[in-house]
């Protein structure tokens, strides 16, 4: 073995589509899926071992685009040459759900190769890196995942320009998995479609969520519970009206408080894949995953925000 490169999911506390227009975004770890990358010697072509394809780095599909991008920039970053190497990567992180696979991938990369290159890595070079790969996969990414998907700490997002954010909140977020992919070029799309015909409208829901990101904020540093699962709650309407949310994502979202959470939204681009919920302690976690599940929901994970980031 010659380097090992680990990461984490990450999810959109508040934020999603209205950082697009200069508001903030606040992003949370989510230790309970990991992505893990390990690079290692290997006679032969170079190769790449994963859940999606296993072969020759010169035959993957276009789907590992990013991941190609990120050990092509990394290979280059680090001098580590490419023959004679197996770039294997595990992954506990669902593709497709707003949790930040592909930048938790290219992460992970990075500090592999950077490992294998005995280098110590600033957060800068990582972003930088992370973001070849990550304009591959997404076209024009804000940054934030690259970001998040690094960070042990909330991360306070705006404008390209990141930094940490101060957490006293005591409580535990659950995050449920509809099953369903999510789309967000189409939600991101739907969106400007809605700012082009209907601006003083969309744009007034819009800057209301930038609103309610900067007040989630002060609730995450000042420990208030019901204030930020109202905000949540709230986020998550106006982000229906805007056409991100979808049914799966509202019996979710509906069902999570009937279970007891404090509040409920979304995360990450919409039209699918995941929602996220606020209670107020570990045992009303518990039965507000017993009500997800009941609702439908593919799969669920706990952060307390109580336990620190390994």
Not at 276 to 282: F, Q, R, Y
Request: glycine residues 10%.
């Amino acid at each position: 073995m010659l380097g090992t490169g680990h990461t984490r999911a990450k999810f959109i506390l508040m934020g999603e589509h209205s950082v697009v227009y200069g508001h903030p975004a606040i992003a949370l770890p989510l230790p309970a899926l990991s992505m893990d990358v390990e690079v290692s010697s290997a006679p032969g072509a170079p190769r790449i071992r994963s859940e999606y394809y296993s072969g020759a780095l010169a035959d993957a599909p276009p789907t590992l685009a990013g991941p190609l991008a990120a050990i092509s920039a990394a290979s280059d970053a680090f001098e580590v040459p490419l023959d004679g190497l197996l770039v294997d990567i595990e992954s506990s992180i669902p593709a497709e759900r707003g949790l930040g696979s592909s930048a938790a991938t290219a992460g992970a990369v990075v500090h592999a190769f950077a490992a294998a290159a005995g280098r110590s890595l600033s957060d800068r070079e990582h972003f930088d890196l992370v973001q070849i790969a990550e304009r591959v996969a997404h076209g024009t990414p804000s940054g934030l995942d690259a970001v998040a998907t690094n960070s042990r700490v909330p991360v306070f997002f705006q404008g390209g320009s990141t930094s940490t954010l101060p957490m006293s909140l005591q409580g535990s977020f659950v995050i449920a998995d509809t099953g369903v992919r999510g789309r967000t070029r189409v939600a991101v799309s739907d969106v400007r479609r809605l700012r082009d015909e209907r601006p003083g409208w969309a744009n007034g829901r819009i800057d209301r969520l930038g609103v309610l990101a900067r007040e989630a904020a002060e609730d995450l540093r000042l420990a208030r519970t019901e204030p930020l699962g109202a905000r949540m709650t709230e986020a998550h309407t106006i982000l229906g009206e805007l056409h991100v949310s979808s049914e799966d994502l509202d019996a979710l979202v509906a069902a999570a408080i009937r279970g007891g959470a404090l509040g409920a939204k979304l995360t990450g681009g919409g039209q699918g894949g995941c929602i996220v919920a606020l209670a107020s302690t570990p045992s009303v976690a518990s039965e507000v995953v017993s009500a997800l599940h009941a609702a439908g929901a593919a799969r669920s994970w706990v952060y307390d925000t109580m336990v620190p980031v390994p």
